[in-house]
């Protein structure tokens, strides 16, 4: 009786255990792979909400994913995701938040629009991009960010091109451990992409960007390392209300960049400041505007220098549109 | 013959020692961070191979719906139709098409710097704005007015008339306005596309530009990343 009693209970575990192996998931594993995936995708609905870029750096996978809107625009595979400060995950269901969270993008090294060029300096030819032999300096593919949760990023890039002095250069490089110097921080994340990547990156990436990290299998993060999804706040669709027909626009305003107060260079140009829609109303009617605006004011925004003597929407001299954007 | 040798000088064998106690130091600094940077690496265990028990299971399928659920919600922000999007880091411009990619052209983007003026105590960020736009309006052989921060680039004193701003080249035979004063334009320096250069405006080669051009329309969504 007792035998019989034990067969059936070895055969309706083996039972329980074949349903589960044909559904693809039987073990703990499985179940703690599905938990990561979950948290990573209520980050992804959050930063989809938010409608600003984002970067998913994803270390189980080995990758960085750029996404917009739902959609990966960019993936960019990663050598190695190091991140010292880990937990070992626990027995029991961890938090949502410790396998995957967001950061947000505070301040990278060496940011150009952290010291600003001065005429004096531009006179100098700093920054005549017309000019060959004055083009910008070339990004870094080793830089450090900061970020306003308790977190370091270093993005190192490996030189493709093998080297002697490279070789040694990346060695030594490697070997000093990534992160911001100086600061309480709860994890250090270090990010092995190749050069042009590393330097791509660095020009993608601006103040006020948005990364979501999942924790490597078995591990998990410290609880007030990251911020939950609810943290992030939803954006409003860039709808644009078409101008009514008849009606010539008053020109392109004449805004390149926006100016920002001194002190504030930081700040500026930040991902979604500008993508904040004038006005809001119906959706944009899919008919081609080609109206002839007038040429506006050098910047509604600013105070002219001096008084124009001239009116601010004459006709432009080869009669064609006027703008105020540019270059 | 006794020959007496020359010995060495006192001052060397406190260097030799001086020198081997420094190359040791090197070698147990070296060996220490080593043993950091290895000691520290993760290691990623095996999945554990437990069978989940029946609470695991419940919530397994739970966490199944979920994910479905998410993907749904995540898949439904996703747009469709025409739209643009541009890759600031690899100053790429891409057209889409009901989701299939229609043309691939170099750009150029925003250099990131900044500029100011110490007289009007102004400041400029010559990025590209990342996020979520429109095409506001499209303009045929725009003309440029130059804003002050071009003369000051320049060197030259910023002009009193509007006839002296104006630019009639500079931006190429179409303009597409992406609001705040950003456009997607042409350029007289192609060989500098690719670049991140710009003072904030997407630049794009002729040939891309009139296509761009002849596809979008106002309305068109334009996605910066």
């Known amino acids: 009786m007792a035998l019989a009693a034990l067969l059936a209970v070895a055969a309706a575990v083996s039972f329980a255990a074949a349903r589960a192996a044909r559904e693809g998931a039987s073990t703990r594993g499985d179940l703690d792979r599905l938990r990561r995936r979950v948290a990573l995708l209520e980050c992804e609905l959050a930063l989809a909400r938010s409608r600003k870029p984002y970067l998913i750096v994803d270390a189980p996978g080995h990758r960085l994913l750029y996404g917009l809107l739902g959609m990966t625009v960019r993936e960019i595979p990663a050598g190695e995701i190091r991140i010292d400060g880990l937990k070992r995950a626990p027995g029991a269901a961890p938090a949502p938040v410790t396998l995957a969270g967001i950061m947000t993008l505070k301040e990278k090294e060496n940011d150009p629009r952290l010291a600003p060029l001065t005429p004096e300096q531009i006179e100098a030819g700093a920054s005549d991009e017309n000019v060959a032999d004055a083009l910008p300096p070339e990004a870094p593919a080793d830089f450090r960010v900061q970020l306003n949760q308790p977190v370091a990023l270093r993005v190192e890039g490996v030189p493709e091109k093998d080297g002697v002095f490279a070789g040694a250069t990346g060695f030594w490089r490697r070997l000093l451990p990534g992160g911001n110097r100086g600061g309480s921080v709860a994890l250090r994340l270090t990010v092995h992409v190749e050069e042009t990547a590393a330097r791509e990156m660095y020009r993608s990436l601006v103040p006020g960007y948005l990364l979501a990290l999942v924790a490597p299998t078995g591990y998990v993060f410290q609880d007030a390392a990251l911020e939950s999804p609810r943290a992030v706040k939803p954006g409003r669709p860039a709808r644009f209300a078409a101008p009514p027909p008849g009606s010539a626009p008053q020109g392109v305003p004449f805004v390149i960049p926006p100016p920002v107060p001194e002190g504030a260079a930081g700040e500026a140009g930040s991902t979604g400041e500008a993508a904040e829609p004038a006005s809001e109303g119906a959706p944009a009617p899919a008919v081609e505007a080609t109206p002839e605006p007038a040429p506006g004011p050098s910047d509604p925004r600013e105070t002219p220098p001096e008084p124009q003597p001239e009116p601010p929407h004459g006709a432009p001299p080869s009669g064609s549109a006027g703008m105020g954007g540019g270059a | ?225």
């Open chain 2, 1 to 225: 013959m006794n020959m007496e040798l020359p010995g060495p000088p006192r001052g060397d064998g406190r260097l030799r020692r001086l020198g081997l106690f420094l190359v040791t130091g090197l070698l147990v600094l070296l060996v220490a961070l080593l043993w950091y940077r290895l000691g520290t690496r993760l290691e990623t265990p095996p999945p554990d191979p437990t069978p989940m028990s029946a609470a695991e299971q419940k919530e397994y399928r739970a966490l199944q719906q979920r994910a479905e659920s998410l993907e749904a919600q995540i898949k439904a922000f996703r747009p469709t139709g025409t739209y643009l999007v541009i890759d600031t880091g690899r100053n790429l411009l891409s057209l889409y098409k009901n989701n299939t990619k229609a043309l691939e052209a170099v750009c150029s983007t925003g250099s990131g710097r900044a500029l100011s003026d110490p007289v009007g105590h102004r400041l400029w960020v010559f990025d590209t704005p990342r996020g979520e736009f429109t095409i506001r309006n499209k303009y045929p052989n725009p003309v440029w007015i130059k804003p002050d921060w071009a003369f000051l680039e320049e060197g030259e004193p910023i002009p009193r008339n509007l006839a002296a701003r104006l630019a009639p080249e500079e931006l190429g035979a179409y303009a597409m306005d992406l609001g705040d004063g950003y456009l997607i334009h042409g350029t007289l320096y192609e060989r500098a596309l690719g670049l991140s250069i710009t003072h904030g405006c997407v630049r794009l080669g002729d040939r891309d530009l009139e296509s761009v051009y002849r596809t979008v329309r106002v309305g068109t969504p334009v996605y910066i990343f």
